[in-house]
């Protein structure tokens, strides 16, 4: 791209001719207010803030007003910011949004982060000249995650546009009457998109504040904040979390281009509250009560010392964790915390990704895809933030439309008046209806075997040498050869798939899509979903299947089991994981909060989460990314790996007796295995860089906030592992993006200040967004098509192929227990096709008995229309389907209800 000069207060500036001037100014580190404009939402002109004076030539000194978001950087263009008419109107405007705003900043939850401050100080407003009543409105209950107050509103339209046009919301709307408007619900109500928290930071004043927060409400400049990384799904977004007083307060959005961007779903930006919740282990514990550190050392120490110790790793700790244990019991002797199952699929997708040719994209990369084939995933509920961006790329092939019209891609309005509902090719085939049907072009659910046989029908429709299937429905057909020629129509083609189907065959006919599609010289890129926040790191480290541990044990009764963040329940039937446990001479577990494996241990100890420990996560993608911890706990809470050290250290092993930081962990890491091997480079070095604060300038009560204790401001604590520092001391040096703790500039206290750090507003960081790549796809031609086409699906007299269906709230294990998201998970059902649920009697609500595997149990029916004839649903991750390996075949029954002797209902089978 060859970049234009435009004139700026007479001085010539470089600008990206595919942009406008407020985007051009501000990239180029220029101060013009903005409310309405949003770097992902584009412009729509609606508030009139980002006046300039555009001039015709250099002889023009008379020029005219132009909204600077709405008029093109063209090479030539001679505009001033410091004009007096422009400085006149934007004061103006700013004056006219401050006749009905509310004097309540020093109440208000967005005071002192708030870009309506910000603007209203850049234009130099001091003083409000209305006098007269202000208009007020009813605030409405959205829900225990977003607080609604709409007195603060000024009318900028971002929360319906980000809402309902770009994460895809419908209920949540702007409402008219005469010269007022109201953004809000019909009625009072949960907003029901998986994204309503970004409304948090896309809202320039406090009308959407986080209702979380608002619980245990911090100024946001008393926030020590670190950067970090969600654990609650395999994405790997970005985040900035802020803790006071020793507690967790709220989790925001930390920019990176080529993951989240500036967005967030529910679940990682609420999830957090699990950190303080009830079931937190904050003390080891002998025998299930609680101990000293000292005690705790003692005993593992001792323990250790007998030998015979095995480790089983978690896909939810970091891979220094989970090295940190394989080093302590041996390669041979370390297992994988997951079931045979997941282990078997996740080594699978690796494979395929490091030895084809198909390269796994960010989800940048996704977003810009023009044409897409969903192979058997639930995207919105497994990978949330990866449906998001999948919402906007199916606006690439439309933007032609806009492209022959000449109309600028950042001129919103225009181009979705110009596209109209034209959408790009988007294709999904699942179990069951997912909530990016609404943008499909075509859907087909079926079992997964089906699904697959669609997958390798498209394969060879794209590339005839691939195995071909045979007997599918004419129909079919027509929709593998719809698929196949969007693909290859598409100049950036993209397969998704992944590990929720929990089928081989499944993963295996994405692979073959793009393959073929490699093949046919259209390469394609390749975006496997993972389970956890770990999961492919985990399986990098080839540890040895659960079952084999489970055998080891049952082999060797004096053997010491180690289990690092990892509920054992959750992995295989409960029946199994307590009788391989019960066989163990000891069981040591490390974990963040109470659960069944905790409570079956001998020995447990407190493992710090994301916010007290610093590691390394690898996301779907292959990236690896650091989190750092947000504070010092005062309590016995510290890394797994610590613990480990200490451990081993207190039975005279002397594992990890040479590795005092993170930094040597890392780097003992790299030497031993080859693939984590640019693992120290995520992040800098602790002693490459100067000091970096964790908190901002303006923090406050250092010394009163331990008043209680000392009248004297304690020495803070030492982070032996980063550069960050537990206070305000930062060096003069710029902080690099992995450290950058949160984003702050003179004149910008809001999330916007996000645009002074990178390259070019929307564009990456400056020194790149954080994160290495560790895998890549092969440069050799050695692959070779899967051969082995399941056969299909047939349902068997008498039973259903049970499938789990996932749900954003309540399928992932640790944000289920935070305070807000616990509301919001639904109770355990059956889902049944509406005609099979009339065959067996039962409706909606009634009892069903299901019986699968070795487990019986009782459930609420759900009916589902959507669910093909012989395949019936349970919730992933909800008890009591928590260990049960799916799909299975099961056999349900209705739960007949009989009445008693005094006439009261009673359930009988």
């Known amino acids: 791209m060859t970049l234009v000069t435009i004139y700026i207060d007479n001085e010539p500036r470089q600008a990206n001719p595919r942009q406008n001037l407020l985007h051009a100014c501000l990239s180029l580190g220029y101060d013009l207010p903005y409310f309405c404009w949003h770097p992902a939402l584009g412009s729509v002109g609606a508030c009139r803030q980002c006046a300039v004076k555009q001039f015709r030539n250099e002889q023009d000194t008379v020029g005219k007003l132009v909204m600077s ?98 994460a895809g919301g419908n209920d949540l709307n702007a409402f008219h009457l005469r010269d007022t408007i109201y953004y809000g619900r019909h009625e009072d109500g949960v907003l029901e998109n998986e994204f309503s928290g970004n409304l948090v930071e896309v809202c320039p004043t406090g009308v959407f504040t986080d209702a979380t927060l608002k619980r245990h409400y911090t100024r946001k400049w008393d926030l020590q904040m670190a950067p ?102 041996g390669p041979d002797r370390f297992f994988a915390g997951i079931s045979d199952q997941e282990l078997q699929l996740l080594s699978a997708m690796l494979r395929i990704l490091r030895e084809g040719p198909a390269r796994s994209p960010s989800l940048n990369e996704v977003e810009h895809s023009d044409a897409v084939f969903i192979l058997g995933e639930d995207v919105t509920n497994v990978a949330p933030i990866m449906a998001l961006r999948l919402r906007q790329a199916v606006r690439q092939a439309p933007m032609e439309i806009a492209a022959k019209l000449h109309i600028p891609e950042w001129l919103d309005h225009s181009v979705r008046e110009a596209v109209q509902d034209a959408k790009g090719p988007l294709f999904i085939a699942s179990t069951y209806a997912t909530k990016l049907d609404d943008i499909a072009a ?3 659910r079926a079992a997964p075997d089906d699904l697959a046989r669609l997958g390798f029908a498209v394969a060879h429709a794209i590339d005839p040498s691939a195995p071909e299937v045979t007997g599918l429905l004419p129909e079919l057909e027509t929709m593998v050869a719809d698929i196949a ?23 295996d006919a994405a692979a073959q899509v793009a393959w073929a599609l490699c093949k046919v010289g259209r390469p394609a890129a390749l975006s496997f979903t993972t389970p956890e926040c770990n999961s492919f790191g985990l399986s990098l480290m080839e540890p040895r299947p659960l079952s084999e541990a489970f055998r080891v044990i049952e082999s060797e009764p004096a053997t010491t089991v180690i289990v690092v963040e990892n509920d054992l329940f959750r992995r295989a039937p409960a029946s199994a994981v307590a009788a391989s446990l019960r066989g163990a001479r000891h069981l040591v577990v490390l974990d963040h909060l109470r659960n069944a494996t905790t409570e079956a241990a001998e020995l447990v100890l407190p493992a710090g989460t994301f916010a007290e420990a610093d590691g390394t996560l690898v996301n779907n993608e292959g990236r ?4 750092f911890q947000v504070f010092d706990p005062d309590s016995d809470v510290q890394a797994s790996w610590r613990w480990l050290c200490e451990g081993s250290m207190a039975g005279g092993l002397g ?8 930094d040597d962990l890392t780097t003992a890491m790299a030497k031993e295995m080859a693939v984590f091997a640019s693992v120290p480079q995520v992040a800098p070095m602790r002693n490459a860089v100067g000091k970096i604060a964790r908190e901002p300038n303006r923090y406050s009560g250092r010394t009163s906030m331990l008043a209680n204790i000392s009248v004297h401001e304690p020495k803070p604590p030492n982070d032996p592992d980063s550069a960050l520092a537990f206070s305000m001391e930062s060096g003069p040096q710029s902080a690099p993006s992995p450290l950058i703790p949160f984003f702050w500039a003179p004149g910008w206290n809001s999330i ?47 039973e259903w192929l049970l499938v789990p269906i996932f749900h954003i709230f309540g399928s992932e294990e640790l944000s289920r227990n935070a305070q807000s998201i616990s509301q919001l998970v639904p109770r355990a059902y059956l889902a049944l096709n509406p005609a099979e649920a009339a065959q067996l009697g039962v409706s909606t609500g009634e009892q069903i008995k299901v ?10 029916v759900a009916l589902r229309a959507d669910l093909p004839r012989g395949v019936a649903g349970l919730p992933a991750g909800l008890l009591p389907v928590v260990g049960i390996m799916l799909p299975a075949f099961g056999k349900l029954s209705p739960v007949l209800v009989e009445l008693s002797a005094s006439g009261a209902a009673r359930g009988a089978v």
């Open 228 to 329: 970090s990384i969600c654990v609650h799904c395999g994405l790997g977004c970005n985040t900035t979390v802020g803790e006071r007083y020793g507690t967790l307060r709220r989790v925001i959005n930390r920019y990176n281009h080529e993951v989240n961007g500036y967005f967030l779903c529910d679940r990682g930006r609420f999830g957090y509250e699990f950190v303080e919740g009830n079931l937190r282990l904050r003390s080891p514990l002998l025998e299930g009560k609680a101990a000293l550190k000292s005690e705790a050392l003692e005993r593992f120490g001792a323990i250790l010392r007998e030998g015979n110790v095995l480790g089983i790793g978690s896909p939810r700790a970091s891979i220094e964790d989970n090295f940190a244990l394989r080093a302590l019991v």
């Open 851 to 860: 019986a699968v595997e070795d487990s019986l149990f009782e459930l609420e």
């Open 485 to 507: 020629s969007a693909l290859l129509g598409a100049r950036h083609p993209l397969v998704v798939s992944g590990a929720s189907c929990r089928s081989q065959s499944v993963i």
């Open 655 to 662: 594992t990890g007796a040479q590795w005092q930081s993170l």
């Open 69 to 166: 978001c709405m008029t093109p950087a063209a090479d030539g263009t001679r505009i001033s910011i410091g004009d007096a008419e422009a400085s006149a109107f934007r004061a103006a405007v700013i004056q006219g949004l401050m006749q009905n705003h509310p004097h309540d900043c020093p109440v208000c939850d967005e005071g002192g982060e708030c870009h309506l401050q910000d603007m209203t100080v850049m234009t130099g407003h001091r003083s409000r000249i209305y006098s007269f009543g202000k208009r007020t409105f009813h605030n409405q209950y959205l829900g225990p995650l977003v607080n609604h107050e709409m007195n603060r509103c000024i009318q900028c339209q971002r929360c319906v546009r980000f809402y309902r046009e770009y």
């Open 752 to 798: 916007q200040a996000v645009n002074k750090f990178q390259t070019e507003v929307g564009g990456p960081l400056r020194g790149g967004d954080p994160g290495i790549r560790l895998i890549e796809p092969s440069s050799q031609p050695g692959w070779q098509y899967y051969s082995a086409v399941p056969r299909a699906f047939k349902s068997r007299p008498g």
């Open 624 to 627: 690896a990314q650091r989190f």
């Open 442 to 444: 075509a859907t087909y």
